[in-house]
Every structure is written in structure tokens, then in C-alpha cells.
């Protein structure tokens, strides 16, 4: 009987003494010492599906055939055997992405081979999954901790702190001053400084009546007080749109704007100042539309999908038939799958695009499984509404307009169908003739173009003043070419016209030369139409009294008139041109182009005779093919199409958000799926040109899970894809959902991560230093409401927490990066937190919520490529002294200040800012145009609201550190301000390192 051992079965399968009966020694050395190093280490890379180097471990005949060397494992010989020399070294090539054997392991295996590598034939060995991310997650036991450290327990979190530094011999540093906790509290909730007056007052609060601490009910009741601020959204809005990507344009090349991208922005604050539900959170953000219908954040979540960046050139410019269109449209689904994952799983899924994932169990198929999630979704504005009723109705009449347009495909399909061969060959000609009937020359004064109107029965007119009476012999009207919306060769010529002279302008008493109202004229292309007549006048008039259908509306155009008089001679050319109506756009549409002798002239004229006959013969059968059932049932049709354009257009207008959408205007070669999912299927190395088998919507395989495949109805939306994979990331049994937002939360409260690489828990991330304490606060968050603010009373009123930040050289000699959490981080303010406390100590700080982005640079060239001048813009602009997450945010060109000051890059996932320390930081908080406005705001005020130079230095200490000055203090600032001035002053003030520094 053959045996497959697993994590799961491994353990108990080796210590069953029934398996190791009767088997000799070696096999039963390898069984218990061998199998768990090569399954927990070797066989993830060494497989019969992935044989890294040819060689797979998984069974005794593949393993002892010796890879592509045929010298990997030599029997009897571990010096000759390749295997051990990946194993050994300073730095062992092998296993990739974990650590390297320890010596023991590596002195079993070889004792292994130097035996005879005897391995049971019924042994077969599958990847042991025991990565510390993948486990099940449960609760773990508080730990106890010495009697001498017990009084610092405040929270659960304490007894895990406390308990890990017992081990390494460290302890708690003293809790830090209540000024010192005030400050860090107010930055790490809401990002803003306090004032002084709550300096004050929540200093005296927090101060115990005996002096010999901080008051704990007082602590309570300001982090209370700061999580029930509106600031408190903000702040913590700021790092959720770090790791999303979020910005307000597109980037790529022409970085165009996201005029609704703000909606989503404001939707994340908003989610936090409610306190709402993770799971909800989460799912809002990936199928909002689908779970919870009729509501608008189940719209404005899906802000997430399309928060990243996005290529308008590959999407609009390139059609997605072309190799370039195909990789914008892969990659841009990619950039979809790589933010959910990244973000609310901790996965690097992107691995896998091109190849199975070198060091976590996920493979192409499961990242191509993904893709087909969102096969259906596109970035575009859509429309959302507070009213649910109304959002209800507009989803059901645009549910109706797809079901009625499909009816009119199935129309016209049954309309080629009965045409049959003829109708084929016709169109067929058509399309090889249309290529011939472009102009010889393309002039670049068009000719004269009407108005545009919304329908094609409004009568427009164009007439020529001859100057004099003059006999006349033939009319000749030249048509326009134009590639707009692809009309071409024919370009506005009128359906039904007519050709008048007179004597007058009135055109009193006009004669008719041409008539062609009764009848809708086929477009000549570049043809010409050609009328004679023997009559005498001064003034020739075209009137269209069925205009030529433009893209989505009606206009009248012609290129050229020539009017002959007796002796063949145009006396046309130069006259003057009036009309009922012009563009007057020139030097492509003008009046005068009509009579400036210049048309374009096709290069094949037979071609274009064919073509318009072809054309003709074409309308012919298409009149014959249309029954007067089939006709009616098409004017039924678009009826009903006229009819929910209506009610659409009643309802109220709405507000948009950029988002997930599938329907939506379409722009060039960006067109809406409709709803209907493109087809994906896994590629070869990634390659759009080598399509393999199509995917399947799944999720990825997690332990205990023997399928990631979703179980989805054969008649499944695009939605149903997305909603089930909300419910899979949400799921109570998510070991890696859970376990990623609680050390996203830890992390910005200690300026450290427990589990070091926040979008990675793969075998490529860093493991947890307290593992223990991570599954605790994931499933305290998980199992008591999924509560943030919850989450961070828990942390911020632990002794951790509170700890000062003051150095212990001892301690710091045995855990320089404090990773045990010997001392709170000291941390640099982030970049909006600077300038924001900026505002807010000069005065200058409008706490306005929500709404449109507020610019921080001229914008010019905005509907092309837009260029973003940071250099000529005014900072003293009061629209732009609100908080920083409201600022507008640009990939391509960020804001050179903020940059400096290591703010995110939107254009990629940031889960932990860098800080740096340079010259241009210092150069920029001195000199940039913000700082010195600002410095000029706040002497201002410090002269308007203290009177003496001592009082006006001791206020701004206060403002800017949350303490009063000292003597040293005061006599060197007042010398300063004597010799320089007090905006000078300010300046420095606002440089203090005690600012933009956090204890």
C-alpha cells in the first residue's frame, strides 16, 4: 500500500509503530531524521510538477536518479554528491528562501547517503507547509510573567512583551511623562498637535494626584476623546491610501486627472470615523456593488480597485487587438490582483505571473485564476447616490438597457443571417473597396461645417453671392474627408438636400435646381454630384433638410462648390459665403473654405463609383431583408431604448467615483465590458502572444483547503467572482487576513511591524518576532467586532505603549533595532504630519473635510498631458492650507517638498515609509515658499496674541513643543529676533528638532 505523508499526516505516520515494522534500520533512520528536512525544506522546489535542477524528492526513484547531473545524491557517497554542496557554506545556495540547515540537519543527511540513502519504496514525500503565516489561527494562552514585573501589566499585550524580554534578560523601560504621552497620543491618532490650552489641560488630567505617575482613568479618557475625533479618520485614512496606492492621476506617461478619484479618499475616512466592521470594510471594497446593492459605499469602496495607477495610452490610444494593447490591459489586471492580495492578504501573488511562485505553494494557475476575478472591471467613473431608491432604479433601467441592446445584437445577427452569401460578399466589397477611396491629398481647410444638433431633421443652409447675375451651366457640390469618429471620405454630406438660385439673398421667388428631400441620397464619398441647369442668378443655395450622422449627432458639411457659368469658367471661387450657421473653427472649418478652390480628390475614382454603388446594392437588400416584422420589431426595440434613456435621464444626476466599473462611456479603444468577462487564460512566462489553457476564477489553496477554486454557478455574473472572493478574504478561518491588518495597526503605533515585511508574509518576508502576540491581536480584533478603535485603545494603553523612548546602552548593545520592544521608537514626523502642524502652529490650518482635492501646483495643458508647475504656485493660497490627505495627489510628478520629506510614492504600494535624514530636507524646511509663508503666518500671529517679546517666544514654544520655554531659551531666540527679526525666528522655530520629532 503506498503512503502520501503531509504536514498533516507526517508526524503521527512516523511514530506509528505498525509503519515501522519490519523495515530496516536505514529506512526507518530516514522515515524519523531525513523525510522532515527534505519535505519541510527541499521538496517545495524539488517536485515532480517543479524538479528545480531536474531533481525531485518527492518518491525514492526520482530522487536517487540524480537530477540533471545524475550526481546529486550518490549512494555511499555524500562528498560526491552534489546535494550537500548546496547545503553547506557561509552562505548555502540552498533551500531558497528559508534559512540554511543547521548543522545537524545537514550532518543527518549526510550520515543518510554515506549509508546507502535507503529510502522505503512506499514513501512519498509532499511539500510540508508549516510556515509560521499559513497555520490555522487560534488564540494563544496569555503568558504568565515574573511577580516582579506584573504590576506592568496593563493588557494582554504587556504579558507577551514582558514574557519575551524576560527570555532575553531585558525588562520595560519607565513609563514616559504625561507631556511626552500627550504629544504621542495626539500625533499617533490624529496626526495633529495639541494645542497648548489641551496641552494643559490634559498634562494636569494625566498627572496622578501624588505626582508618582499618570492617572489611568485620565489616559483612558483622552485616547477616548482623540478616537471620537473626526481628525482621528484622517490620520488613519493616510495609511490606508499609502498601501493602496491611491492618487488623483492616472500616471503613465500622459498622467492625466482623476476628477473623482476624492469620493473613495473620503469614503476611507469616513469608514474609520464610523468604526466599521474590517470584514465589512473589506468587502465594500471588492464587491460592494454586489453585497450590499443599493448602498452607496457598496459603490464608493470599489474606489480600492481602481486606486492604483493606470495607462490612458494603452487603453485608449491602443487597440486591445494589438500586442501593446493586450499587455496594458494584463498588466492593468495584474495592478487589480496584486493590491488585493498585497493588501489585505500579505501575499506577493505578482510572483506568479510568470512562472509558479518560486518560494510560496501559489502557481500561474492560481494567479491567472485571480486575473479572471476581474476580468469584467475597468477604472471609470460611475455613478453612485445617497438616495438608495434611486440608485436601485438606476441599476435596474441599466440592467433593462443591456438586456435590450442584446435583443437588437440578436437582431442584427438574424438580419446577416437571412442575408446570406450576397449580404457577406457585399459587405466584403465594401470593406476591400474603402481602403481605395481616401483622398490623394488631404487639404487642411476641410471646407464650411454646420452646428451640430442632437437630431437629423433640423433644415441648415449655406449660400454663395456671385456678386452680379451671371448664366449659369452646372452646379458641382465636392464632399469632405474628414477621420473623425472614422466617418472618412463623405464626411457630412447631407442626406436629403436641395439646390435653389435667386436674385436676392432673401431668396424671394427662388427657382429649384436640384431636389433631393423625397429620398435619403447615399453618401458619394469622394465622389462629386454634378447638377445643370441654364438658368441666370447671382445667389446659389444648399439647403440639407436631413443631416449626416456624425458620431452620436447630426451635422451638415461640405468641402468645396463650383459653380460654372456659359463658358465652363468657376465663378465660384473667392465669393462670399453666408450661412444659417458655421463652426468657424479654422483653419479647418471656415465659410470662405467652401469657395477656395481646394477639395480633396480620391486617388482611385472608379473605386469610389464601385463603392457607392456597392453601397446602394447593399441598402437595397438590407430594405428587403427587413420585414415589416423584423422592422417593427427593431422600432420596438429602440423605442424601449429611447424610453429608458429617458427615465435614465430623469432620475437625478447623481455623483460620480472613480471606481470599478463595467459600464461607462466608452473613449476610443477603452470600451465597458458590459458586465461580461474577457477571457483569461494562463500565458507562457507571462506572455501575452503564448496563451495556455483559460483560467478559473479561484482563490489561492490555504491549509486544509483542497481547492482554491470558487464554487460559482454556470450562469454567474462578474460579480458573483468578486463577491466570492470578499467572502474568501473575509473568511473567520483567513490565517492571513487577520494576522496582516493587526500588524498593519502595530506597526504605525511603534514605527515597526512585529512581522518586518507588512505586504509579505511569504517565505521571502520576515518572520514575526513575537508570533504569539500577533495571533493574539488578530483574533481579539477578529472575534470582538472587528473594532479599529478598539484595536487601538488595546495597544495605546499598554505599558509598552507607554514606555519612554530614552536609550538603555546595555539593552541596546544586546537589541540595537529594539525589535523586543525594550523602549518606545523615537520617530521623525511623516511628511503630512509636518506640514500640517505647520498650518496648525501658524494659524493658518482650515479643518474643512471632504470634497475635490485642493492643487498645490498651476496646472496647465490639463486635457492633453498635463503638466503639473509646482514652481508657480502661491502657498499663501488659503484653498491650500487644509490637512494634507486632502491635498491632490500626482503620480507622475509629486510634490517636490513633500517628496522630500519621504512621503509615499502613489505609484506603488508604500506599508512602511522610509525615514531619511538629508541636506534637502533641511534646505526645504528652511527656504521652500511654504515655510517661509508660514513663518510670516505665525509671527503674525504670536505678535497678535502676546504682547512682549519674552511672552511671544514662550506662546510660540508652546505651539510648537507643548511645553514653556526656559531661560536659555528665551535670552537666545530674543537676541536672535533682535539681530534678524521675528519671521526670521519663526523659521528656525519650526526647525526645531524637537518639532518634527516624536518621543
Avoid at 470584514?279 to 474606489?303: C, K, T
Avoid at 495607477?309 to 494603452?314: A, H, Y
Avoid at 523586543?820 to 493658518?844: F, K, P
Wanted: aromatic fraction near 8%.
Amino acid at each position: 500500500m503506498n503512503r502520501t505523508f503531509s504536514l498533516a499526516t507526517f508526524i503521527s505516520a512516523v511514530c506509528c509503530s505498525g509503519l515501522l515494522l519490519g523495515a530496516e534500520p536505514n529506512e526507518n533512520f530516514f522515515r524519523e531524521q531525513v523525510a522532515p528536512i527534505l519535505a519541510g525544506k527541499c521538496v517545495r522546489c524539488h517536485n515532480d510538477a517543479q524538479a528545480g535542477g531536474g531533481l525531485s524528492l518527492t518518491t525514492a526513484r526520482e530522487a536517487l536518479s540524480g537530477g540533471d547531473s545524475g550526481e546529486s545524491i550518490v549512494v555511499g557517497q555524500p562528498d560526491s554528491s552534489f546535494l550537500l554542496d548546496y547545503l553547506v557554506g557561509e552562505k548555502p545556495e540552498m533551500p531558497k528562501g528559508s534559512p540554511p540547515l543547521s548543522a545537524n540537519e545537514v550532518s543527518l543527511v549526510r550520515q543518510w547517503i554515506a549509508a546507502g540513502a535507503k529510502w522505503p519504496h512506499d514513501l512519498t514525500l509532499e511539500v510540508k507547509d508549516d510556515w509560521w503565516s499559513q497555520q490555522s489561527l487560534s488564540r494563544p494562552a496569555v503568558p504568565s510573567v515574573p511577580a516582579a514585573f506584573q504590576a506592568s501589566v496593563r493588557t494582554p499585550i504587556d504579558a507577551f512583551v514582558i514574557a519575551k524580554l524576560d527570555e532575553q534578560g531585558m525588562h520595560l523601560s519607565p513609563p514616559a511623562d504625561a507631556r511626552t504621552l500627550v504629544r504621542r497620543l495626539f500625533y499617533d491618532l490624529t496626526g495633529l498637535p495639541p494645542t497648548p490650552q489641551e496641552m494643559q489641560t490634559w498634562t494636569e488630567k494625566l498627572t496622578a494626584p501624588d505626582s508618582s505617575g499618570i492617572n489611568d482613568e485620565a489616559y483612558t479618557q483622552l485616547v477616548d476623546h482623540l478616537l471620537a475625533s473626526p481628525r482621528y479618520g484622517e490620520r488613519w485614512a493616510r495609511h490606508w491610501l499609502d498601501v493602496v496606492k491611491y492618487a488623483d492621476t492616472c500616471g503613465y506617461d500622459k498622467d492625466k486627472l482623476r476628477h473623482h478619484a476624492w469620493p473613495y479618499r473620503d469614503y476611507v475616512i469616513r469608514s474609520f470615523n464610523q468604526d466599521k466592521p474590517y470584514a465589512r470594510f473589506v468587502q465594500e471594497q471588492i464587491a460592494g456593488d454586489a453585497l450590499f446593492p443599493g448602498e452607496p459605499d457598496g459603490i464608493l469602496g470599489l474606489g480600492f480597485i481602481a486606486a492604483g495607477p493606470w495607462d490612458f495610452i494603452g487603453h485608449v490610444e491602443v487597440p486591445a487587438t494589438k500586442i501593446d494593447g493586450k499587455n496594458a490591459r494584463n498588466l492593468d489586471r495584474d495592478e487589480m490582483v496584486s493590491n488585493t492580495l498585497n493588501t489585505f492578504c500579505s501575499v506577493t501573488i505578482q510572483c506568479a505571473r510568470c512562472h509558479d511562485h518560486k518560494f510560496d505553494p501559489y502557481t500561474q494557475q492560481h494567479y491567472y485564476g485571480l486575473q479572471s476575478v476581474f476580468a469584467a472591471v475597468d477604472r471609470a467613473d460611475r455613478v453612485f447616490d445617497l438616495d438608495p431608491a434611486v440608485e436601485q432604479k438606476r441599476q435596474s433601467l441599466v440592467a433593462e438597457k443591456q438586456n435590450v441592446a442584446s435583443q437588437l445584437v440578436a437582431w442584427q445577427q438574424e438580419i446577416q443571417a437571412a442575408g446570406g452569401n450576397q449580404l457577406a460578399k457585399l459587405r466584403q466589397q465594401i470593406s476591400a473597396l474603402h481602403g481605395k477611396t481616401r483622398p490623394e491629398l488631404e487639404v487642411p481647410e476641410h471646407g464650411y461645417h454646420s452646428q451640430i444638433e442632437p437630431v437629423a431633421h433640423v433644415e441648415k443652409w449655406v449660400q454663395i453671392n456671385l456678386d452680379h447675375p451671371i448664366e449659369l451651366s452646372k452646379i458641382v457640390l465636392h464632399p469632405c474627408y474628414d477621420d473623425f469618429a472614422g466617418i472618412g471620405a463623405g464626411f457630412g454630406f447631407p442626406i436629403r438636400f436641395k439646390i435653389e438660385i435667386a436674385a436676392n439673398p432673401q431668396f424671394e421667388n427662388a427657382q429649384l435646381v436640384v431636389d433631393e428631400t423625397g429620398h435619403d441620397f447615399p453618401n458619394p464619398l469622394l465622389g462629386t454630384y454634378q447638377a445643370e441647369t441654364r438658368l441666370t442668378a447671382q445667389f446659389i443655395r444648399v439647403t440639407a433638410t436631413k443631416l449626416a450622422p456624425r458620431k452620436n449627432d447630426f451635422i451638415f458639411a461640405l468641402s468645396e462648390v463650383e459653380v460654372f457659368d456659359a463658358s465652363n469658367r468657376n465663378v465660384a471661387q473667392g465669393s462670399v459665403v453666408t450661412s444659417h450657421d458655421s463652426i468657424e473653427a479654422p483653419n479647418r472649418w471656415r465659410r470662405s473654405n467652401l469657395v477656395d478652390g481646394r477639395w480633396p480628390q480620391s486617388l482611385d475614382p472608379a473605386a469610389v463609383e464601385q463603392l457607392v454603388s456597392a453601397r446602394a446594392q447593399l441598402a437595397k437588400l438590407e430594405r428587403q431583408i427587413e420585414t415589416p416584422e423584423r422592422t417593427s420589431r427593431r422600432k420596438q426595440l429602440e423605442a424601449e431604448q429611447q424610453r429608458i434613456d429617458q427615465e435614465l435621464g430623469r432620475l437625478p444626476s447623481g455623483q460620480m467615483v472613480y471606481a470599478a466599473a463595467t459600464q461607462f462611456s466608452a473613449q476610443g479603444n477603452f470600451k465597458p465590458t458590459g458586465g461580461v468577462p474577457r477571457d483569461v487564460h494562463v500565458l507562457h512566462r507571462g506572455n501575452v502572444t503564448s496563451p495556455l489553457e483559460e483560467a478559473i476564477p479561484c482563490a489561492l489553496p490555504l491549509p486544509g483547503q483542497e481547492t482554491a477554486q470558487f464554487s460559482l454557478p454556470s450562469d454567474h455574473t462578474e460579480a458573483d467572482r468578486r463577491a466570492a472572493l470578499a467572502r474568501w478574504i473575509t473568511a473567520k478561518d483567513h490565517p492571513l487576513t487577520w494576522r496582516s491588518i493587526a500588524n498593519r495597526v502595530w506597526q504605525y503605533h511603534f514605527d515597526q511591524p512585529l512581522a518586518g515585511t507588512p505586504n509579505d508574509f511569504g517565505r521571502m518576508g520576515q518572520p514575526p518576532t513575537h508570533p504569539q502576540l500577533l495571533d493574539w491581536l488578530a483574533v481579539e480584533f477578529r472575534d470582538q467586532g472587528q473594532s479599529f478603535k478598539a484595536l487601538h485603545r488595546l495597544i495605546v494603553t499598554s505599558s509598552v505603549y507607554r514606555q519612554t523612548s530614552q536609550h538603555n546602552e546595555a539593552f541596546a548593545a544586546q537589541d540595537g533595532s529594539n525589535q523586543y520592544l525594550w523602549r518606545m521608537n523615537r520617530r521623525r514626523l511623516e511628511a503630512e504630519e509636518i506640514r500640517d502642524s505647520i498650518l496648525s502652529v501658524s494659524g493658518q490650518l482650515d479643518l474643512k473635510m471632504g470634497g475635490p482635492g485642493y492643487y498645490l501646483f498651476a496646472l496647465e495643458k490639463a486635457e492633453h498631458s498635463p503638466h503639473y508647475e509646482y514652481h508657480k504656485f502661491d502657498p499663501s493660497d488659503p484653498a491650500s492650507h487644509r490637512r494634507s490627505i486632502y491635498r491632490f495627489i500626482v503620480r507622475s510628478q509629486p510634490d517636490p517638498y513633500m517628496t522630500t520629506l519621504d512621503c509615499a510614492d502613489s505609484s506603488q504600494s508604500t506599508p512602511k515609509r522610509d525615514e531619511t535624514l538629508t541636506a534637502l530636507q533641511a534646505l526645504s524646511m528652511l527656504n521652500n515658499p511654504f515655510q517661509l509663508v508660514m513663518a510670516e503666518a505665525f509671527a503674525q500671529r504670536l505678535e497678535s496674541e502676546a504682547n512682549t517679546l519674552d511672552d511671544q517666544i514662550d506662546h510660540a514654544i508652546w505651539l510648537t513643543l507643548g511645553r514653556s520655554s526656559n531661560e536659555t531659551e528665551r535670552r537666545e531666540y530674543a537676541t536672535f529676533a533682535q539681530q534678524h527679526g521675528l519671521v526670521q525666528l519663526c523659521r528656525v522655530l519650526l526647525n526645531q528638532s524637537e518639532f518634527v520629532y516624536l518621543d
